[in-house]
C-alpha cells in the first residue's frame, strides 16, 4: 500500500499570500468547526450519525479551490467539511446538524443529508457510493447544458468496490462527462483496512478498465491537492472527460462519534498527527516563506474560534421545526 510522503513542501510558483492564506483559514475552520461538532454530540445536542472529517481537509480546501462559480459537487457522509469549502454559512450548517429550523435543511437532513443549490452542493449521501452515479448525472447535466460547468465527486476509499462505482466509471468515460472522481483514501472503510477490502490498494487505477486517468497525490498537502485538481479540472472543462484523484489522507477520529476506534493502534495516529498533519504544514510553510507572521496566524485562529462559538450560539437558539415541516419537500408538482 502507498504510503503518505514526508517531505518538504517546495516554494510555491508565484501562489500570492492571499491565496495561500485562504487555504489556512479554511482548513483551521474545518479543523474548529468539526471540534465545535464533537463537543455538542457529546453534550447530546446533535442526534443521530456524525461524521467528523478532522484530518481530511486538506483535500477538500485544495479541490474546491479549483472550482468556478456554476461548477457541482457532491459528496458522502462525512460532509461538514464539504459544505464549509462551499462557503455555506457555518450557523446554517450547525443548525442543521442540531435538527433545528435555521439549518439548510430545515432541519430534517441533519448530519448527512443537507444540501444547498445556491452553493453548488449536491448533498452528502448516507448510502455507501450512492453519490457517485449522482454526481456521473451532475456532469452530464453540465455537458447537456453546455454550461461549461465541471462536478467534483467525492467518495471514499470504502466505496469504491460498490458495483455502481464502476457503472458510473463507464458512463462518464463513454460520454467523456466533466467530473472528477476525488478518492478520500483515508486507510479505513468504516473499522476495515484497505488491505483487507481491496485486492489492489492503489486505488487511482480503478478507472484503467473504463479508460479514465487517475493520479495519486498526497492528500495531506493542500497545494499538490490543488495543483493536480487545477490539472484535472482544465481537462475535464476542455472536454476531455474524466479523472480520478486519489487523495492519500486519514482521519483522526472513529469512523464516527460511536466508534472508538480500536482496529488502528494509538501510535498510528500520533504519528500521522506529528508528521502530516494538514494545518500543521500549511503553518509552518507560511511562516518559512515569510508570507505571515505569528501574530497574523493567531488573529485567524481567533477570528475562527469566533466564527465557530457563533455557529454554535445561534444553532442553540435556532427553532425546532415546526411539526408541518414533515408534510413539505416531499413532493413536486411539475
Not at 22 to 33: A, C
Not at 182 to 198: D, F, H, L, P, Q
Request: aromatic share 8%.
Amino acid at each position: 500500500m502507498a504510503t503518505l510522503k514526508k517531505v518538504a513542501r517546495p516554494v510555491p510558483k508565484a501562489a500570492p499570500a492571499p491565496e495561500l492564506m485562504g487555504h489556512y483559514r479554511r482548513m483551521l475552520l474545518i479543523r474548529r468547526f468539526e471540534e465545535k461538532a464533537g463537543q455538542m454530540y457529546g453534550m447530546g445536542l446533535i442526534g443521530g450519525f456524525c461524521h467528523l472529517y478532522i484530518g481530511q481537509e486538506a483535500v477538500v480546501v485544495g479541490m474546491q479551490a479549483c472550482l468556478k462559480p456554476g461548477d457541482s459537487v457532491i459528496t458522502s457522509y462525512r460532509d461538514h467539511g464539504h459544505m464549509l469549502a462551499c462557503d455555506m454559512d457555518p450557523k446554517g450548517v450547525m443548525a442543521e446538524l442540531t435538527g433545528r429550523g435555521d439549518g439548510y435543511s430545515k432541519g430534517k437532513g441533519g448530519s448527512m443529508h443537507m444540501f444547498s443549490r445556491e452553493k453548488g452542493f449536491y448533498g452528502g449521501h448516507g448510502i455507501v457510493g450512492a453519490q457517485v452515479p449522482i454526481g456521473t448525472g451532475l456532469a452530464f447535466a453540465h455537458k447537456y447544458k453546455t454550461d461549461g460547468g465541471v462536478c467534483l465527486t467525492y467518495l471514499g476509499d470504502g466505496a469504491v468496490n460498490q458495483g455502481q462505482v464502476s457503472e458510473a466509471f463507464n458512463m462518464a468515460s463513454l460520454w467523456k462527462l466533466p467530473v472528477i472522481y476525488v478518492i478520500e483514501n483515508n486507510k479505513y472503510g468504516m473499522g476495515t483496512s484497505v488491505e483487507r477490502a481491496s485486492a489492489r490498494t492503489d486505488l487511482y487505477h480503478r478507472g484503467q478498465a473504463h479508460g479514465i486517468p487517475g493520479e495519486q497525490i498526497d492528500g495531506m498537502d493542500v497545494l499538490e491537492v490543488k495543483e493536480a485538481g487545477e490539472k484535472a479540472v482544465a481537462n475535464a472543462r476542455a472536454g476531455k472527460g474524466p479523472a480520478i484523484l486519489e487523495m492519500m489522507t486519514y482521519r483522526y477520529r472513529g469512523h464516527s462519534m460511536s466508534d472508538p476506534a480500536k482496529y488502528r493502534p494509538k501510535e498510528e495516529v500520533a504519528r500521522m498527527r506529528e508528521e502530516h498533519d494538514p494545518i500543521d504544514r500549511m503553518r509552518a510553510a507560511l511562516l518559512e516563506w515569510g508570507t505571515a507572521d505569528e501574530n497574523a496566524l493567531k488573529a485567524i485562529d481567533k477570528e475562527v474560534k469566533d466564527l465557530v462559538t457563533a455557529a454554535a450560539e445561534f444553532a442553540q437558539q435556532s427553532p425546532e421545526p415546526d411539526p408541518a415541516e414533515l408534510y413539505t419537500d416531499v413532493l413536486l408538482e411539475a
